[in-house]
């Protein structure tokens, strides 16, 4: 006699989600990743301000930004993502984007430098933020499409670990 399998997750793994609830999904998984990012960002954004004061800038961003990345990856890779713990590979992945994004908030606050000797704090932070909010969308693009990707369904693994895409498709 055969069994049915049951109506909950794996009838769930083996279905197509639909247009509408796909758009839903990834604005969903956008919305997260930018309420994250922003919170991380504006909380790096003070330390990295009073360490600017000891050291040069380009140098306390490069610190504020390891730190950063680090606890935006973890909370990226669980919350944002529902792929569980990122693991050395997924944080050296998330590291290789935040160069290039070290890169772009550097440049952008070195430009304002050059072209307003003098710009007040809250200009330079400012340019730092919207730079940041650039990297932030190309980083979510990269860790969705390629770091974190919602995996595919394993069968037989019962390692007990629903990806946030299943969770997303339940709703």
């Avoid at 609830?21 to 909380?43: N, Y």
């Avoid at 680090?70 to 050395?88: Q, W």
């Avoid at 606050?109 to 932070?125: D, I, K, T, Y």
């Amino acid at each position: 006699m055969k069994t049915k399998a049951p109506q909950g997750t794996a009838a769930r793994e083996n279905t197509t989600i639909s247009g509408p609830r796909l758009i839903h999904r990834h604005a969903a998984a956008f919305l997260r990743f930018a309420g994250l990012g922003c919170g991380v960002t504006l909380a790096a954004s003070a330390p990295l301000v009073l360490l600017s004061r000891w050291i040069p800038w380009p140098a306390a961003n490069v610190l504020i930004t390891v730190v950063s990345t680090v606890v935006a990856t973890e909370l990226h890779a669980r919350v944002s993502f529902g792929h569980g713990r990122p693991g050395l590979p997924g944080h050296l992945k998330s590291a290789a984007t935040m160069l290039a994004g070290w890169l772009v908030t550097t440049a952008a606050v070195g430009a304002l430098a050059a072209l307003r000797p003098g710009a007040g704090l809250v200009l330079q932070q400012t340019v730092y933020l919207s730079a940041t909010a650039l990297v932030g969308i190309g980083r979510y693009l990269v860790l969705r499409l390629s770091v974190f990707a919602p995996r595919a369904p394993q069968s037989g693994t019962g390692d007990g670990v629903r990806s946030r895409a299943m969770y997303d498709a339940a709703a």
